[in-house]
Nanobody, 117 residues
Framework: QAQFMESGGGSMQPGGSLRLSCRAF????????MAWYRQISGNQREWVAG???????IYSQSVKERFRISRDNTQNSLYLQMNNLKPEDTARYYCNGGYTQPQSNAWGQGTAVTVSP
């Protein structure tokens, strides 16, 4: 079962940008769809963006036009470029397999993003 390690979070003012990274530990990373999810404190984890093995992307309405998901199969890595950050983007971000729904129960530690003035 694949395992994931997220990084790149931090604190940012509204309108700023961050780039999150996810390293996947497992075989055949390139054949699997991957996605970013986030969890706001006390709430359920929600899906943010997905990318399939062909590079086709899909985004939740709340981040569309602001976030961009990408992958580097040679590095077993997934990325999330977050632009024009808003306070409501404050959450812990996780990566996992799956295009719009997680494929694994093996969640990493996530990486925290805080957006505040």
């Amino acid at each position: 079962q694949a395992q994931f390690m997220e990084s790149g979070g931090g604190s940012m003012q509204p309108g700023g940008s961050l780039r999150l990274s996810c390293r996947a530990f497992g075989s055949n990373f390139g054949v699997y769809p991957m996605a970013w999810y986030r969890q706001i404190s006390g709430n359920q984890r929600e899906w943010v963006a997905g990318i399939n093995s062909m590079g086709t992307t899909i985004y939740s309405q709340s981040v569309k036009e602001r976030f961009r998901i990408s992958r580097d199969n040679t590095q077993n890595s997934l990325y999330l470029q977050m632009n024009n950050l808003k306070p409501e983007d404050t959450a812990r971000y996780y990566c996992n397999g799956g295009y719009t729904q997680p494929q694994s129960n093996a969640w990493g530690q996530g990486t925290a993003v805080t957006v505040s003035p």
